[in-house]
């Protein structure tokens, strides 16, 4: 970075100018977040204390905690409690995107590892085969969406057809509407679209990998599945820490995939899915609004608990 | 041992085929799907049957998904235009000049991007509301920027902190102001930088869903996406899979065309950027 070359006499050092304009420059960009991000949040969280509703965005009164939980004594003597944290329906949704968003990911990992290696593995078609796995990246979710449902459609779907065919199945599966094969129906969906994005982040790791390595291994005549155990994953781990928390956090929040290939299936409906569904279609929009607070609050934890333990350099302040 | 090579050389590439058909088999079935019509539509078809073209007509003669195709265009080229204008100026600052707190503030946009959207949604609905832009283009660009701004500032400056001291140097002793700099000797040099994260920051923002569903009320407001999305019949043995498949293929084609342009360009922004798709 370039020092300070004495300012002009009498007036501000370069330093002292240059970062003035600094802040000129940062200030729009800032600006701009703090208006569509810091302040929406901020209100998000207000609002879940208040018992506002849709039709009344500003007619809300300050209700304290009701929306997560309260307690009420009928006159009979008998307890009640409120509010999302005793709500079936929110711990189900809970449970539902935690499930989806291990089985995902781990599956994603796991398949974009092995992809990669056949990406950073030299052979003929090579660029074909890289071109073809952007594909599913390239489609829009919504459209995937749509596509294998189309796929996944219990009476002409491609599918069941060939799952017939090859003997695999008796009878044909509604996949999409069955309560015991929705889930999996998305799972097939997002692993599909997103094994792409993880292949290619491991990739990019597995090409930081000195090919002597390897050399020197083989003239070794240590076995390849040792190799890749011993030398490979622990160097390739930064890499594919980055891409595995990447996937996670886009997996727990997870919105239109299942919002249009199952809609109002309680098997698959996510934390996001439900907290929409209250805010806008059933009116209740404060409560709503305090379990997107929850969703944001798992995240931030999340986030934080691996900036913290993984010691990231996001900064890039070690390079320079 | 040649044998074993030689059954290790087909696994190999079985397993090559089972990647490369795995990924592209959906897209063509869509594609497939999109050229038949009538009866043949519920025949489960491997190869194409036919090249009926009435699933097309249907949808591009429906003034509703031309408008949401037109509305996804502005949208999209407009969040990326003002995001890259934001993006060049803040990333300078943030790349090239030295000040407290700088670590600190690149970790805050980080974790901006990746926000949960369904976060801000009550929030950004009450000011798209009191904006009253709810319901028009100007709702889905400024909420679009929750995503595509920290992208594009991050990108940008993890390009700009590679470039070298000396190029600045020349300017700054010629008593260039940091405008100057900016728009003289950066710009020309991040013309490919901006290419990929544009180019990544437009999918992002043609692709929404969450926002453009609930910001919008009208069917001709609708992007593509929500269109897409909420193309139904009256019950479940009613829906249009035909007019769906047709429409998927017209938004998807440009933008598996583009991708594959600058396919090198787009995993580069991709690794650097790790952003989902």
């Not at chain 1, 004495?6 to 304009?21: E, F, H, N, T, Y």
């Not at chain 2, 539509?41 to 049957?49: A, C, D, E, K, M």
């Not at chain 2, 031309?66 to 265009?73: A, K, P, V």
């Not at chain 2, 801000?120 to 904006?131: I, K, M, Q, S, T």
Request: include cysteine; aromatic fraction near 12%; hydrophobic fraction near 55%.
């Amino acid at each position: 970075m370039t020092d300070p070359i004495a300012g002009r006499p009498g007036g501000p050092s370069l330093r002292q100018r240059r970062q003035r304009a600094a802040f000129w420059f940062l200030a729009p960009m800032l600006f701009a977040l703090l208006c569509v991000a810091a302040w929406p949040l901020a209100r998000t969280i207000w609002f879940s204390f208040t018992n506002t509703t849709l039709s009344n965005l500003y007619g809300g009164e300050w209700v304290g905690f009701d929306n997560y939980l309260s307690m009420r004594t009928l006159s009979s003597g008998r307890v009640v409690w409120r509010g999302t944290l005793v709500d079936p329906a929110w711990w189900n949704a809970v449970w539902n995107t935690v499930r989806f968003s291990l089985i995902s990911v781990g599956f994603e990992t796991v398949l974009g590892l092995i992809v990669a290696l056949v990406l950073n593995a030299e052979f003929k078609g090579r660029a074909l085969v890289r071109a073809a796995i952007l594909i599913p990246w390239a489609i829009p979710t919504i459209v995937s969406a749509k596509m294998w449902a189309w796929m996944l459609n219990d009476q002409f779907g491609i599918l069941n057809d060939i799952l017939l065919r090859l003997g695999l199945i008796g009878e044909k599966i509604a996949w999409t509407a069955s309560t015991e094969t929705a889930m999996t129906a998305v799972l097939i969906v997002d692993i599909w679209k997103t094994t792409p994005f993880m292949a290619l982040l491991i990739l990019a790791g597995l090409q930081m990998v000195p090919r002597d390595i390897y050399e020197a291994a083989r003239i070794d005549g240590i076995h390849p599945v040792k190799v890749f155990f011993r030398v490979t994953l622990p160097l390739i781990k930064p890499a594919l820490m980055v891409a595995v928390i990447f996937r996670m956090l886009d997996a727990l929040r997870i919105f239109d995939l299942i919002y249009v290939l199952t809609p109002n299936s309680s098997a698959t409906k996510t934390m996001s899915v439900i907290s929409r569904e209250n805010m806008i279609d059933f009116d209740k929009f404060a409560y709503g609004a305090a379990q997107s607070t929850l969703l944001f609050a798992i995240i931030a934890v999340f986030v934080s608990a691996y900036i913290w333990l993984g010691r990231v350099d996001l900064g890039g302040e070690g390079s320079k | 041992m040649t044998r074993h090579k030689l059954l290790k050389r087909i696994g190999f590439y079985a397993l090559v085929v089972v990647i490369v058909v795995f990924s592209v088999f959906p897209f063509y079935y869509a594609v497939v799907t999109s050229f038949a019509s009538g009866t043949a539509l519920f025949r489960v078809n491997y190869l194409p049957s036919g090249f009926d073209l009435r699933n097309y007509q249907a949808v591009l003669g429906s003034r509703n998904f031309l408008y949401s195709i037109g509305n996804s265009l502005i949208i999209a080229t407009l969040t990326v235009g003002l995001s890259l204008f934001l993006g060049v100026t803040a990333s300078y600052a943030l790349a090239r000049v030295r000040f407290r707190g700088r670590g600190l503030l690149l970790m805050t946009i980080l974790a901006v991007s990746m926000f949960p959207q369904i976060a801000v949604l009550a929030g950004l609905f009450e000011l798209v509301r009191f904006l009253g832009i709810f319901n028009t283009h100007w709702a889905m660009i400024l909420s679009y920027t929750i995503f595509t701004l920290p992208f594009t500032v991050w990108v940008l400056t993890t390009f700009m902190r590679d470039l070298p001291v000396e190029i600045e140097e020349a300017a700054i002793v010629d008593g260039a102001s940091p405008w100057i700099i900016i728009t003289r000797v950066f710009l020309p040099l991040l013309w490919p930088a901006m290419v990929t994260t544009g180019l990544l920051a437009f999918i992002g923002a043609w692709n929404e869903f969450l926002f453009a569903l609930t910001f919008t009320s009208t069917e001709s407001m609708r992007t593509v996406p929500v269109a897409i999305g909420l193309l139904s019949g009256a019950s479940e043995q009613e829906i249009p899979w035909g007019p769906i498949m047709a429409a998927s293929v017209i938004v998807t084609v440009p933008l598996i065309v583009l991708v594959l342009i600058f396919q090198r360009k787009i995993v580069a922004g991709l690794t650097a950027g790790g952003v989902k798709g």
